[in-house]
């Protein structure tokens, strides 16, 4: 689900300068998608939700546990599970976050696996979601960051049934040089009161962003990541009908699966559509690929990411 607000690379030149839009433009964005004030990923996640239960043929009450991956909570706590599971009226039923930012999707993914396989749940709901527009600043000095980032949530039904779902995944992170690409305030470890004047005057609580530094490892992450889920599954990459690709610049995503030899038509980086939208990028891409028959049930799609962290990871799923 993508919120109804829309803002082209030229409705953010006024506030962050004309070099805004060429940024944008050189990552293969467009346009973005904000949400209107008070809403949170939550709320996204809620009328995705309904949805994805809707075309199961599902109720709330068929859910036995949420995993809602996001980087952009509603509150510090407690988790945006809760919230979902709130507006869901889903009982008492386990809801939890997972924080593994651009790549939480697969990690929330890759996770609900484990639980239905192991018989430990029924049913999972994985949600992604994120608000990011709250977080952006709005002037000059944020021109190369501001400009790449969406909102929106996506959601997927995870139970055992006749397919296998995951075929084969691999997750990883380093955190060598995390800082390429991290928010720093506010911060538990800095006190009085998590962030004090002079981090806020110069905006350290806003996303820092050194994306020379962190395409490099993406392209090679991305790449390797995808050869590993595809050994693991045993499937050869011809048999992949479409690869979903999830980083903030479209130009890096679609080289780095390129290189594989996949051939152009077969990639689909996320965020061509409406700019990075994180954990959201992966479910909702496969839900426009789906709607708009990209991909039909029974098909094979390998889906990969990368993100902060560094978080990046791959999986082969039959839809």
């Given at each position: 689900m993508l919120p109804p607000r829309v803002l082209s690379n030229e409705d953010l030149a006024p506030a962050l300068g004309t070099t805004a839009s060429a940024i944008a433009a050189g990552t293969g964005i467009t346009r973005r998608h904000f949400v209107e004030a008070g809403i949170g990923p939550s709320d996204l996640a809620r009328d995705a939700s309904l949805t994805a239960l809707a075309a199961a043929g599902l109720g709330p009450n068929d859910v036995d546990l949420i995993i809602f991956a996001t980087m952009t909570p509603d509150i510090a706590f407690?988790?945006?599970?809760?919230?979902?599971?709130?507006?869901?009226?889903?009982?008492?039923v386990g809801a939890l976050d997972v924080r593994a930012q651009c790549a939480?999707?697969?990690?929330?993914?890759?996770?609900?696996?484990?639980?239905?396989?192991?018989?430990?749940?029924?049913?999972?709901?994985?949600?992604?979601?994120?608000?990011?527009?709250?977080?952006?600043?709005?002037?000059?000095?944020?021109?190369?960051?501001?400009?790449?980032?969406?909102?929106?949530?996506?959601?997927?039904?995870?139970?055992?049934?006749?397919?296998?779902g995951i075929l084969g995944a691999a997750l990883h992170s380093d955190p060598t040089d995390l800082e390429r690409f991290w928010c720093e305030f506010p911060a538990s470890r800095h006190t009085p009161a998590r962030m004090d004047m002079e981090h806020f005057a110069a905006g350290d609580h806003f996303y820092r962003l050194d994306a020379g530094r962190v395409h490099a490892q993406a392209a090679r992450s991305l790449a390797a990541a995808t050869r590993e889920a595809l050994e693991h599954a045993r499937v050869g990459i011809d048999r992949i009908a479409l690869h979903v690709v999830n980083y903030f610049d479209q130009r890096v995503a679609q080289t780095a699966i390129a290189g594989e030899g996949v051939p152009d038509e077969r990639i689909l980086a996320t965020a061509e559509q409406a700019g990075h939208l994180g954990a959201a990028g992966i479910p909702i891409a496969l839900a426009d690929a789906l709607a708009t028959g990209r991909v039909r049930r029974g098909d094979l799609v390998c889906c990969s990411a990368f993100g902060a962290g560094m978080s990046w990871g791959a999986a082969v799923l039959e839809l």
């Open positions: 407690p988790g945006s599970g809760c919230f979902l599971q709130d507006k869901l009226e889903c009982r008492t939480g999707f697969l990690f929330a993914l890759v996770t609900a696996d484990h639980y239905v396989r192991s018989g430990k749940a029924g049913r999972v709901l994985v949600a992604g979601g994120e608000v990011y527009s709250t977080a952006l600043e709005m002037a000059p000095r944020a021109a190369a960051v501001t400009p790449i980032f969406g909102d929106g949530a996506g959601v997927a039904i995870v139970g055992a049934g006749e397919r296998p």
